[in-house]
């Protein structure tokens, strides 16, 4: 278990490294001048290339990178003297915006997409994995055909149109719930609830159509497995034949999704909070691209990336407690 | 699902095994598919579309109004510039009504949108194929050194966050000339889900007899992969590429809503519903029309994808 571990997490540390090379890469080859952007409108040449020393950028590509890098973890000045700017770790730069720290920027914005995220997982799981099992054992009934009916809508629309459509009929024409805005629990959990359940079932709809659809065709593919038939030939009472054979392996898949998925969610994030202007990390990002603030993408995509990666990770680690086929003395 | 890779790889789970006997005849699949109603209506819509993108100029033609042809006689200055008339401005005129603020006429931008899409998917889907397939091949015959080296590329690319670095490239990217850009990105991380599969049953199928009878018999390499695997493999192939198209349908849609797709004016499903947000509350028709179609278009492939794997599959298992 601990080289497992251990070879899982150097694999980690490898591909973060990767993807920060990569990404700073193409901020470095593709990016248009920051200088010229931090400068502004009352520019100079000897101004662009004074930002240009104070920010490395006249270093060679190998030098910024490492700078960055260090920045990441041990912090880093920029400019030298009484112009100085401090940035301690991890220090992911500064907006060319509003030339406010992004890690700041981050955590500012972090709750509201937290709160998104965990408010629509919880949602998804509730309605894909009770949905997709209930529609397998009342299979052919009307309930399963408006599940799953449902469901293959569900994973057609797009969420930004379902966003609009609903925001259209529940908040302009029947005026039932507010438009959202990021209410803190703290300070009303009735109106934090009520501004947050629409961008909840939007972000959740998706998911839960996608989970609806592999809970109940696993179950129904366990359903034919010959240990389910011999724990009904020996005459087990149904229920427990689908608690203790049935719905164990076909929901195992389930978990492995569902963990690369929570970590992936600010994707998703990205475009709910632009739809419904919340005001969180996904929002930050989509603004920062119509500006083209680099630094603030750069820190996104980052901080996405280590989300995954580590989501990845975590849903290996699980996946071999709970399914026996994978714990680590069979592979080897 | 828009565009979250992992609707593919929810399903890919359920791909075709290979250890059943030959491929279904192909007139066997259209024969079941055609008479399946869900697949004819869902067939029946994509012809439309593909008509609709093919045919755009002839059709823009016939309703009057072109996709840039700005219309001031439709919108009311008075109301800033909302279109005249009860539903968008619908009316003989102009079929679908106008945009509001310019008048543009929206049948014609939806047509012109439905050519954008169709366009961007169908390349990315036989970029996407070809690189899976190839790379399928390439680590699940030769095994060893070979497989390691892409297995490792997949399991990168396949853990990487791609939407928001689609979005971060794109971003960085000049503005002229996205369609390619958005094929080669939309590509880049979309071929690992079928190469995996692809892997899978070619290491699969490598130890079957008839391989071996035809690497006995002295085919090459080559030979052997071509004329004996490859059509092994249609069926898996067909149905996990028709199974991805909306994948890349709605990924092309969702990233030209966030203002990296598409650039404006040429007209992009996705592109129309971003415009559309500003007015929607006054205007819904502005985003219920290329709304409807999107998810008409993506519904479509997906029903289609579903059916062919259940005709293939039931296939199989006769």
């Given at each position: 278990?601990?080289r497992f571990?251990v070879?899982r997490l150097?694999g980690?540390?490898?591909?973060?490294?990767?993807v920060?090379l990569?990404?700073?890469a193409?901020f470095?080859?593709?990016s248009?001048?920051?200088?010229?952007q931090?400068c502004g409108?009352?520019?100079?040449p000897?101004?662009?290339?004074?930002?240009?020393?104070?920010?490395?950028?006249?270093r060679?590509f190998?030098e910024?990178?490492?700078?960055?890098?260090?920045g990441?973890?041990?912090?880093?000045?920029?400019?030298?003297g009484?112009n100085?700017?401090?940035c301690a770790a991890?220090?992911l730069?500064?907006?060319f915006?509003?030339?406010?720290?992004v890690l700041?920027?981050?955590?500012?914005?972090?709750?509201v997409?937290?709160?998104?995220a965990v408010?629509?997982?919880?949602?998804?799981?509730?309605?894909?994995?009770?949905g997709?099992?209930?529609a397998?054992?009342?299979?052919?009934?009307?309930?399963?055909?408006a599940?799953t009916?449902a469901a293959l809508?569900?994973?057609s629309?797009?969420?930004y149109?379902l966003?609009?459509v609903l925001q259209?009929?529940?908040?302009v024409?029947?005026?039932?719930?507010?438009f959202?805005q990021?209410v803190p629990?703290?300070?009303d959990?009735?109106q934090w609830?009520?501004?947050?359940?629409?961008?909840?079932?939007?972000?959740a709809?998706?998911?839960?159509?996608?989970?609806q659809r592999l809970?109940?065709?696993?179950v129904?593919?366990?359903?034919?497995?010959n240990?389910v038939r011999?724990?009904r030939a020996?005459g087990?009472?149904p229920?427990l034949v689908?608690r203790?054979?049935?719905?164990r392996?076909?929901l195992?898949?389930v978990v492995?999704?569902f963990g690369m998925?929570?970590?992936?969610?600010?994707?998703g994030?990205?475009?709910?909070?632009?739809v419904?202007g919340l005001?969180?990390?996904?929002k930050m990002a989509?603004?920062?691209?119509?500006k083209?603030d680099?630094?603030v993408i750069?820190?996104v995509t980052?901080?996405a990336a280590f989300?995954v990666?580590?989501?990845?990770v975590i849903?290996?680690?699980?996946?071999?407690?709970?399914d026996p086929r994978?714990r680590?003395?069979?592979?080897? | 699902?828009?565009?979250?890779?992992?609707t593919?790889?929810a399903e890919?789970?359920?791909?075709p095994?290979?250890d059943?006997a030959?491929?279904a005849?192909?007139?066997?699949?259209?024969h079941?598919l055609?008479?399946?109603r869900?697949?004819?209506l869902?067939?029946?819509?994509?012809?439309?579309?593909a008509?609709?993108a093919?045919?755009a100029?002839?059709?823009?033609?016939?309703?009057?109004?072109?996709p840039y042809?700005f219309?001031q006689a439709?919108?009311d200055p008075?109301?800033?510039?909302?279109?005249?008339?009860p539903?968008?401005g619908i009316?003989?005129?102009h079929?679908?009504g106008v945009?509001?603020?310019?008048?543009r006429?929206?049948?014609?931008?939806?047509?012109?949108?439905?050519?954008t899409s169709m366009l961007?998917?169908?390349a990315a889907?036989t970029?996407t194929?070809?690189?899976g397939?190839l790379?399928g091949?390439l680590?699940?015959?030769?095994g060893?050194k070979?497989?390691?080296v892409?297995?490792?590329?997949?399991?990168?690319?396949m853990?990487f966050p791609?939407?928001?670095?689609m979005?971060?490239i794109?971003?960085a990217?000049?503005a002229s000339?996205?369609?390619?850009?958005l094929?080669?990105?939309i590509?880049?991380?979309?071929?690992?889900?079928?190469a995996?599969?692809?892997?899978?049953?070619?290491?699969?199928?490598t130890?079957?007899?008839?391989v071996?009878a035809?690497r006995?018999?002295?085919?090459?390499?080559?030979r052997?992969?071509v004329l004996?695997?490859?059509?092994?493999?249609?069926?898996?192939?067909i149905?996990?590429?028709?199974?991805?198209?909306?994948?890349?349908?709605?990924?092309?849609a969702?990233l030209?809503?966030l203002?990296v797709?598409v650039?404006?004016?040429t007209?992009?499903?996705?592109?129309?519903?971003?415009q559309?947000m500003?007015w929607?509350a006054v205007?819904p028709m502005?985003?219920?029309?290329p709304g409807?179609?999107?998810?008409?278009?993506?519904l479509?492939?997906?029903v289609?994808?579903d059916?062919l794997k259940?005709?293939v599959?039931?296939?199989?298992?006769?």
């Open positions: 278990m601990v571990l070879t150097a980690m540390v490898g591909v973060l490294f990767l920060v990569f990404t700073y193409i470095f080859a593709l248009p001048d920051p200088a010229v931090i409108k009352n520019c100079t000897e101004l662009i290339d004074q930002i240009r020393t104070n920010l490395g950028l006249d060679p190998y910024q990178f490492l700078g960055f890098l260090s990441l973890f041990v912090g880093t000045t920029y400019g030298t009484p100085a700017i401090d991890p220090c730069g500064y907006s915006q509003t030339g406010q720290p700041e920027m981050f955590e500012q914005r972090f709750g997409s937290a709160t998104l408010g629509a997982a919880v949602l998804w799981l509730l309605m894909g994995v009770a997709g099992m209930l397998a054992i009342k299979k052919g009934t009307w309930f399963d055909r599940a009916g809508g569900g994973v629309i797009p969420n149109v966003a609009l259209y009929v529940l908040v024409q029947l005026g039932w719930l507010p959202p990021a629990f703290a300070a959990p009735g609830f009520l501004n947050f359940v629409m961008p909840w079932l939007v972000l709809f998706t998911y839960a159509s996608m989970y809970t109940r065709a696993n129904l593919d366990t359903l034919d497995e240990f011999t724990a020996k087990l009472a229920r689908w203790r054979h049935a719905l392996p076909a195992t898949p492995t999704l998925d929570f970590a992936g969610l600010l994707g994030a990205i475009i709910i909070e632009t419904f005001n969180g990390v996904g989509s603004d920062s691209i119509t083209n680099q630094p750069m820190g980052l901080v989300l990666i580590v989501g990845n849903v290996d680690i699980v996946y071999t407690t709970i994978v680590i003395g069979a592979r080897a | 699902m828009t565009i979250s890779m992992t593919l790889e890919t789970g359920g791909a095994s290979v059943a030959p491929p005849p192909r007139q066997g699949v259209w079941h055609l008479r399946n869900g697949a004819v869902a067939l029946s819509y994509i012809a439309l579309v008509l609709l093919v045919a100029p002839l059709v823009v033609k016939l309703s009057g109004w072109g042809e219309d439709a919108i008075n109301l800033g510039g909302l279109p005249i008339g539903l968008g009316s003989a005129e079929w679908f945009e509001p603020g310019t008048g006429d929206l049948f014609a931008r939806i047509v012109y949108g439905a050519r961007i998917a169908l889907t970029l194929t070809l690189l397939v790379f091949l680590a699940g015959y030769h060893g070979v497989d390691q892409v297995s490792r590329v997949m399991d990168f690319l853990a791609a939407l928001i670095f979005i971060a794109l971003s990217l000049p000339n996205r369609a390619p850009l094929v080669l990105v590509s880049v991380f979309g071929w690992p889900y079928l995996r599969v692809v892997r899978g049953q070619t290491m699969t199928l130890q079957r007899e008839f071996e035809a006995a018999s002295g085919a090459s390499g080559w052997i992969v004996e695997i490859l059509p092994n493999l249609r069926s898996t192939i149905v996990m590429t028709t199974l991805a198209v909306p994948g890349y349908i709605g990924t092309e969702g030209s809503f203002g797709g650039v404006p004016p007209p992009s499903w996705g592109q129309m519903i971003a559309s500003s929607y205007d502005y985003f219920l029309l409807t179609f999107l998810f008409l278009l993506v479509s492939f997906t289609l994808g059916r259940d005709v599959d039931a296939g199989e298992r006769r």
